[in-house]
Each structure stands twice: as structure tokens, then as C-alpha cells.
């Protein structure tokens, strides 16, 4: 298993050109004053029903938010380097002006072959057998398709990575 910063947590790398969609992985991975309300009601449900809160505690991620391939590279590499490499990262398949997402997946699996490599993408121009092809091993590839459930998908991650 990988060296984490945090102990409790699960670093995941996030690139994504669309500051919209970087703040709903936010989000989602428990960065937010939404999710901050999202616990307030869940303490509450737990007071009302006579639960424990805590049984359904959340997952904690160390998230890391970029909007370029390039930039999720440098910082792939700087974290590997560190000791602290990432478990997961998520690429946008398309990130224009820069270099896409498979190819920074494909860069980033040169230097960090344990990663869990997570594709998201709104159009059906890359397909998996291709993805599998440029950025393998397929058992730790992913691939998802916008709109997504950014909930789900953080679930998704944590059943990735296992529990910590």
C-alpha cells in the first residue's frame, strides 16, 4: 500500500479543465461547505433515529485539483518523488490548450505503475480497448462517462483504494 500524508486519507489527484466541475469533485470528496451541511444533517438523522453517526462515516480524501494535463504530470511525478505518491487520479480525456488526458495518464503510469488511473469524459471519441492499450495495466484503469454521479464516483474511489 502507498505512503499517504494523512494516515486516514486517500490522495487523489484531480485534472480537469472546467473550474465547474473541479469545485462538484470538491464536493463530492468532502471539500465543502455543501458537504460540511451534508454531515450537519446526518448528525441529525442520528440524534432523531437513535443511530450512530459514526457508522457511516465518510471516507476522508487528500484532494489535489489542476486544470491541465501537463500540470497533473509535474504534480503526479513531484508526489511520487516525495515518497507520497498519489492513489488515485482522475484525467478529464480532453483539456484543451494542453496535452489530454490519456496522454498524461500514459506519462504519469511511466513513473507510478500502482496508481489507480481514473478517465472521465463527456464524448465517446477514446475508447476503452484504446485507453487499455495506451495506459496499461486495464485492472487499474477506470473509465467513466459525463454526466456522472459525483457521489458515486467517490465511492467508487474508496472501493479502489480499500478501506484505510
Known amino acids: 500500500m502507498k505512503t499517504q500524508v494523512n ?5 487523489v489527484l484531480i ?3 472546467d473550474e465547474h466541475i473541479l469545485q462538484c ?5 468532502g471539500e465543502s461547505e455543501a458537504t460540511d451541511y451534508m454531515k450537519a444533517l446526518d448528525a441529525l438523522d442520528a440524534e432523531l433515529f437513535d443511530v ?4 457511516g462515516a465518510a471516507q476522508k480524501f487528500d484532494i ?3 486544470s491541465q494535463g501537463q500540470d497533473a504530470i509535474n504534480r503526479a511525478k513531484e508526489a511520487a518523488n516525495d515518497g507520497h505518491p498519489f492513489d488515485v ?9 494542453g496535452i489530454d488526458g490519456v496522454e498524461a495518464g500514459s506519462q504519469i503510469r511511466a513513473f507510478d505503475p500502482d496508481v489507480e488511473i481514473v478517465f472521465v469524459t463527456g464524448f465517446s471519441d ?4 484504446e485507453l487499455e492499450r495506451r495506459v496499461p495495466p486495464p485492472m487499474k484503469l477506470h ?3 459525463k454526466p456522472l454521479s459525483f457521489m458515486k464516483l467517490a465511492e467508487d474511489v474508496a472501493g479502489m483504494v480499500g478501506t484505510h
Open 89 to 97: 487520479i482522475i484525467l478529464d480525456v480532453r483539456m484543451p490548450p
Open 126 to 129: 477514446v475508447r476503452r480497448d
Open 15 to 17: 485534472a480537469d479543465d
Open 143 to 145: 473509465y467513466f462517462n
Open 64 to 66: 489535489v485539483a489542476c
Open 52 to 55: 450512530d453517526s459514526d457508522s
Open 25 to 29: 469533485y470538491r464536493e463530492a470528496f
Open 7 to 11: 494516515d486516514d486519507s486517500i490522495r
